[in-house]
């Protein structure tokens, strides 16, 4: 048996970082027919593959490679490289056939045992999950993803390209944004359209990452905000008060922005430029984090959710074992939708700032609060 056309063998930490994985092997991660997890590695390691292709073992298991041909290729990850004893009949002199160990991480010291004994599962959409998978690998923490949503095309196309029209024709005074995705999505249906506006309004975004986004594609924020969308509501509503504001957020965002655009005294127009949905594949990892939930480490689950709906879309699969666990929420409008479901055994935790590196440091205060009061320091 020669195995696969191309064969990548992962031999990684039972943490490991995502980020520590070379971009040769993530790309042939990202274009395999099959992507095998061992039951003793992190379902993290796979976020460059296709989830839809990721096969993630159960923990109490036994595991055994599937070593069937599969012409798009395949990759395993384990914690070692295989021995005739793990993958018998294998020919490691067959072309397609690697096996890579990542480099260790190069940090060290007190950060990089922050979080030992913390599992983190992370509920974003499964490409949105490598921005803070890597930071809480580098400070030792258990990763499990969960994603409970993934972008989708907005349901209302010709809706974005009206706004759009209307925008690269000097129709609306500022224009507020509040993700980096709407912020490519707008840009896509100006490109594919009427094209970038000749005068450009007063731009607005919401966080660093959509700061960063609008500046890639040509529509540089004058404003960013950090409180969310009622600061950035009220900021635009004042810049073009009397006047009409854009507004584009995913379908079925939340209201704030738009109210507070009214409240300063100007008109909105609301656009969704994508949605998020709930992934077929998210069943997949359902198990492990059931699982850490129900473990005797359940004080130590930090459940990260960055909307409301990605919260209620959790608790309709898992319910009250949620609960067991630790909430850290992105911001306020998320806050206050951890609080409505009742609070859970370690608490609601609301992050600084809405951004990833906000939530991840609230985690990480958590954790060593705790950890101090075990210790009595």
Known sequence: MTGPEEALWLAVGAVGDPEAIEPDERRLMARAGRVEVAPDVSPAMALWADPDRVQVAARDQAWQPDMSHDD??????????PGP?????LDRSHPGWRAVTPAADARAGEDARALDGATLVMTRAWDDQRAEAGTFAAWGARLLPW??????????????????RRLATGGYAALGVTSARAARALAAALVSGPGMPASRPFIGAVGEATAAALAEVGLPAHMEVSGGGAELGQALGRKAWGRSVLLVQAAGGRPEAAQAVRTAGAK????AAYAMIEPAFRRVFDGRVLGALESADAAHV????????ALERGLA???????????????????????RHGAPAGGIVVAAQPTTRSVALAVRRTHAERAA?????
């Open 72 to 81: 798009r290729g395949v990759v395993w990850i384990a914690v070692a490289p």
């Open 85 to 89: 004893d793990v993958v018998p009949g």
């Open 147 to 164: 994603p409970l949503s993934e972008p989708a095309p907005t349901p209302a196309p010709e809706e974005l390209r009206a706004a759009a």
């Open 268 to 271: 909105v127009d609301v656009v």
């Open 302 to 309: 930090y459940m990260t959710w960055y909307s409301p709906q």
């Open 317 to 339: 699969v898992l319910g009250s074992a949620l609960r067991r666990a630790t909430w850290v929420v992105v911001g306020q409008t998320t806050g206050a939708a951890a609080h």
């Open 373 to 377: 009061r075990r210790t009595g320091a």
